[in-house]
């Protein structure tokens, strides 16, 4: 069960990421969109699960790769963004959200 401060925290983390990618990813990922999907914060808010979607990418397993290795600046501009409302900048892990190609997938499946 997730607390009700962890349900904020992760609200926030979310809303600043979304923005800090939105500025950031052009300069490393190019013409890739970048979406926070769901962020997952442990009891203590000191890590954050961040799923992320990534459209329109060939390989959004390389494209993930290259957001793992900016996470230190991604995590860098979270704290410069959030230094008022938290005392600890959580440290980011970033796993790709892939539900939307598995909708996609199954409604295939359902058409034929």
Same mark, same amino acid.
């Given at each position: ?38 962020? $997952? ?6 890590? &954050? ?11 959004? &397993? ?12 991604? $995590?860098? $501009?979270?704290?410069?963004?959030? $230094? ?29």
């Amino acid at each position: 069960m997730e607390t009700t401060r962890q349900k904020k925290v992760a609200r926030l983390i979310q809303k600043e990421l979304s923005i800090i990618l939105q500025k950031e990813a052009p300069g490393f990922l190019g013409n890739i969109m970048v979406s926070v999907t769901i962020v $997952r914060m442990s009891p203590d808010l000191a890590n &954050a699960n961040i799923f992320v979607s990534i459209f329109p990418a060939t390989d959004p &397993a390389e494209a993930l790769k290259l957001i793992k290795e900016y996470s230190g600046l991604i $995590r860098k $501009r979270l704290g410069e963004s959030v $230094r008022h409302q938290l005392r600890i900048v959580p440290i980011l892990e970033f796993f790709l959200d892939d539900s939307a190609a598995y909708a996609e997938e199954i409604e295939n499946l359902l058409k034929k």
